[in-house]
Each structure stands twice: as structure tokens, then as C-alpha cells.
């Protein structure tokens, strides 16, 4: 149920601060199976960031692009879809469909279904085991947790104090992943993940005028060098103005209004670039980086100074919050600062469920090396995939990033548009993958594939890493033919004629 009816106390024995994907699945996991209760405490929607502003809206964003893209290069279909675009209004329905229209009862459903109650409003910590709800209506009321306290309140966006820039009103992440009108002209800051696919979607829903400022030397700066190029050069082919090495220094909107999620907010904005540039658009979208929403969690009701982490509330891999006594504090997601990714953050949600319910019934831990007791997969084994065009999926570190950790490290890479499987996919299909080698166990480190549809790649990638699968036990893994899957063979072969040679 959902009660915001005011109380002098409430009692459950699991109290979540945060009701998105990583609140939701440890509230399910310390409660399942048990007679223990739990409640989500939640200002905004039950189903958080990645149901209503990130993940899925963005997703149903990019898939028509991405379909739309390769029909472009696909003989018979190619002349059946000519140079038509695509229908953005049934773009936008169909994004709406997936995002409820923004009402999350079904979510509520889920949640009441498991035996999870929620709780409407602003949570912050007051001291050990308490949690005071602030409601919309101004009404405070206090929680208490007999068992565990869970931090999930998620991140914001970063909006940099640049001059007129915060006063320009810019968009963010929610908003274009909520648009409901496209601009014609639209300036994208930053070259990150967030950065690069908006650019995607925009460009296939039509902006005419599309310009992404990174500060970096290039785009997807965490990835493999060549992801980022590969995907530049798709922006550039495609007609985006892509600056690298440049920065904002100036922002001016004369005109701002209050139009609401989505719709450009206000008149021309100019901004000012690093080397005596200017551009004119209609709207500027900031994807600049991820804030930790500690600022009024209450954190210093418990002693837990996080000024020295950048806000993000540090813990041990049992999801416990290091510096708070007693073993009642854990915290998920992405304000962990361990990987802002959801499903790492449900990962996080799974491990402290199991140790809350663990420590609830009086059972030890599991300390064995793959314990659902321990996170384990935020140890440089983390998979991802950026739903450019095309698209960019690795896990674990860059050749960069092991050998900068100490990895004696060997490394190959292959051409995946020369994998029978890709070519039959679209013509002038463009792909590459590499993998990062420990010399020490000859097994993987880290893999990176770029190219159309390897997006599930990933996950063969990540079970041989986070299995320390050996490259002796890679060449009995047949991949199926014709399929992109092929290119682990590829990969293979040109390691056995690099260590001959």
C-alpha cells in the first residue's frame, strides 16, 4: 500500500531510501521467503531513473534509429525505405509506452505484491535505525528499521557553474530522453556515454543542426581509443559537428521559460567554445556527469562524512556503509560510486538482500570467492554497452587501464566487419573488436567489441572474464556460423600467429 497518513512511529524491518531498480530488488531479496517486512521510501516514482529517465526511455529512443540505420544499408529493404526518416510522433508514443506515461502504479503493484509497502517523500537519516519522511504536503514521518537501513537514493545530473549557463535552463538527461519536441538546432556537452547516445537519438529523430563539445581528446574517453574514434567518425558521416579538446566557457539565453520537462526551454542560446568560437542553437543539452544524492540523506545524524568521496557513500563488499558501527547501514546503486550502471546497481541490491537476510536469520556469510554474499564484479569486471551507432560493449579494463594496474599484459584485435555474420547483417558494416590478455594466466582481463547488433556479445565476454575462462578453453568454445559471435575465432587465430611470430 501507499501511506503517507501521519504516525509518531513506524516499525519495519527494513527501511530503503530510494525506490529505483537497486532499492527495489534488495528490499526483494532481504525479505523474500521470510516473515521479514520491508518499506520503500520514495519522493519521486517507484521504478526510479532508469524506468521513467534513463535506461528504457532512451532504449525505445535508440532502437528505431538503430533499425532505421540498417535498413539504409540492406539491399531490398534499402529502396523500400529510401530517405525517409523516421515517424517521430510513434518515436515518442512508444516511448511513452515504456515509460507508463510516468505513472507508476504497476510498480507499486510489484512492490506491494512482494510484500514490500512504500512510503511517499523525501527520506533522510536521524540517527541510527531512523528515518524521517518528509511529504509533499510538508508532514514528517518517522520510520525505524529493526534490522537495516539501505541507501539507494540514486544521482543527478551535473549542471557545471559555468557563466549563464545553470540560468540558461539547459537540458539534461531527462529531458531529452523525455522530449517532446525536436529541435532544430541542439549543442550536446560532454563525450561520454550519456552524451554520445542522446547525440544518437537526436540525429535519427532529426535535429538538423547537432554539435557535441567534449572536453576530452576524444569520445567514450573510458573505452578503447578506437571506440571512440569509430563512433566520431559515425557522427561526423552523419553531419554532427563533433569538437573535441574544447570547452564551454560562456553561455547566453536572453529568453528562458518554464516550459517543463522536454520542451525547449526558452529562446536562441549562444555559446561560447574554447578558441574564439560561437554557436547558435535552440537548445543545450548538459550530460556532463553524475551528482551522488547526498546532499540531505542526513548522513551526518550518523557520524558518515562523505566530503572526501565526492559524496558518494563508500562501502565494504558486503554493501556495508564503512565508517557507521553495528552493521545496519548498506547502501546500492550509484551512490556507492562503485559502477553507475543499473545493472550493477541491482547486482549490489541482490548481495546486500542476501546479507541483510543472512545476518536476520543468523547464518555466516558465505566468504567463498563467488559468495552471494560479496561483491566481487565491481573488481574491474564491469560489462557495458553504449547503444551508439554503431554500438560500443566491453567489460573489464582497457589495455590502458590493466597496464597501468600492473597486468603484464598482451593484447589483439580483429576486424569484425571481415566476420561473414557481420556482412550479412547490413553492408559497409563497420566493427572492431580487441581483447586484453594476462600473460601471467592466459586468461581475459577485458574485451571490447564495436560494430552493429554486439550488444550481447558482452555477456559471453563477461562470463569468460569473471570465470578466468583460459585462452586454451576459448579455442573449444565454437562460436555458431554465420553469426558476429565468429569473431571470438578470429580473435583467436590472430593470437596464435602473433605468439608464433
Not at 567554445?273 to 543545450?284: A, L, S
Request: aromatic content about 4%.
Amino acid at each position: 500500500m501507499t501511506d503517507n497518513t501521519p504516525h509518531a512511529e513506524d516499525t519495519w524491518d527494513v527501511v530503503v531510501i530510494g525506490g529505483g531498480p537497486p532499492g527495489e530488488i534488495v528490499a526483494q531479496y532481504a525479505v523474500q521467503g521470510s516473515d521479514r517486512t520491508a518499506v520503500i521510501v520514495e519522493k519521486e516514482l517507484v521504478g526510479g531513473e532508469c524506468s521513467y529517465w534513463a535506461c528504457m526511455p532512451s532504449k525505445a529512443l535508440l532502437r528505431p534509429v538503430e533499425v532505421l540505420e540498417t535498413a539504409r544499408n540492406l539491399p531490398g529493404v534499402q529502396s523500400i525505405v529510401g530517405s525517409a526518416g523516421l515517424d517521430v510522433p510513434a518515436v515518442l508514443e512508444r516511448r511513452d509506452g515504456f515509460t507508463s506515461h510516468h505513472d507508476d502504479k504497476y510498480q507499486v503493484q510489484w512492490a506491494n505484491g512482494a510484500g514490500i509497502d512504500v512510503v511517499r517523500g523525501h527520506g533522510r537519516l536521524a540517527g541510527e535505525r531512523t528515518v524521517e519522511v518528509t511529504a509533499s504536503d510538508g508532514t514528517v514521518r518517522t520510520l525505524h528499521a529493526r534490522r537495516a537501513v539501505v541507501l539507494a537514493p540514486g544521482t543527478t545530473a551535473t549542471v557545471p557553474d559555468l557563466p549563464g549557463l545553470r540560468a540558461a535552463r539547459p537540458w539534461t538527461s531527462r529531458d531529452v530522453t523525455n522530449l517532446h519536441e525536436v529541435p532544430r538546432r541542439v549543442l550536446v556537452v560532454g563525450g561520454g556515454v550519456v552524451a554520445c547516445e542522446a547525440a544518437t537519438w537526436l540525429q535519427g529523430l532529426g535535429v538538423q543542426e547537432l554539435t557535441v563539445v567534449s572536453s576530452t581528446p576524444g569520445l567514450l574517453s573510458r573505452n578503447e581509443p578506437f571506440a571512440g574514434e569509430l563512433v566520431l567518425q559515425a557522427f561526423r558521416d552523419h553531419g554532427t559537428t563533433v569538437l573535441t579538446d574544447a570547452r564551454v566557457e560562456k553561455v547566453d539565453r536572453p529568453q528562458v521559460n518554464d516550459a517543463g520537462e522536454g520542451h525547449v526551454h526558452g529562446g536562441p542560446v549562444t555559446v561560447s567554445i574554447t578558441g574564439g568560437r560561437q554557436v547558435e542553437v535552440d537548445e543545450i543539452l548538459v550530460a556532463a556527469g553524475r551528482t551522488p544524492a547526498t546532499r540531505d540523506l542526513g548522513l551526518d545524524s550518523v557520524g558518515l562524512d562523505v566530503s572526501g568521496s565526492k559524496g558518494y557513500v563508500t562501502t565494504d563488499d558486503q554493501l556495508t556503509v564503512e565508517g557507521v558501527g553495528g552493521d545496519w547501514l548498506y547502501a546500492v546503486g550509484d551512490v556507492t560510486g562503485r559502477a553507475l550502471l543499473t545493472h550493477m546497481g541491482k547486482y549490489q541490491g541482490r548481495i546486500a538482500g542476501a546479507v541483510i537476510a543472512a545476518r536476520a536469520d543468523g547464518r555466516p556469510l558465505d566468504d567463498g570467492p563467488f559468495s552471494r554474499h560479496r561483491d566481487v564484479a565491481d573488481d574491474g569486471r564491469v560489462p557495458q554497452v553504449t547503444f551508439t551507432s554503431p554500438e560500443v560493449g566491453s567489460v573489464g579494463p582497457s589495455e590502458e587501464q590493466a597496464r597501468k594496474a600492473g597486468h603484464d599484459v598482451e593484447v589483439v584485435e580483429h576486424d569484425i566487419a571481415a566476420v561473414a555474420g557481420a556482412s550479412l547483417l547490413r553492408d559497409g558494416y563497420v566493427g572492431r573488436a580487441k581483447l586484453v590478455i594476462d600473460r601471467s594466466t592466459d586468461t581475459l582481463l577485458g574485451a571490447t567489441f564495436v560494430g552493429t547488433d554486439i550488444a550481447e556479445l558482452v555477456q559471453s565476454a563477461t562470463v569468460a572474464v569473471v570465470g578466468g575462462v583460459t585462452l586454451e578453453q576459448l579455442w573449444h568454445a565454437v562460436p555458431s556460423y554465420p553469426t558476429v559471435s565468429e569473431i571470438w575465432l578470429k580473435l583467436l587465430e590472430d593470437l596464435a600467429e602473433q605468439r608464433r611470430s
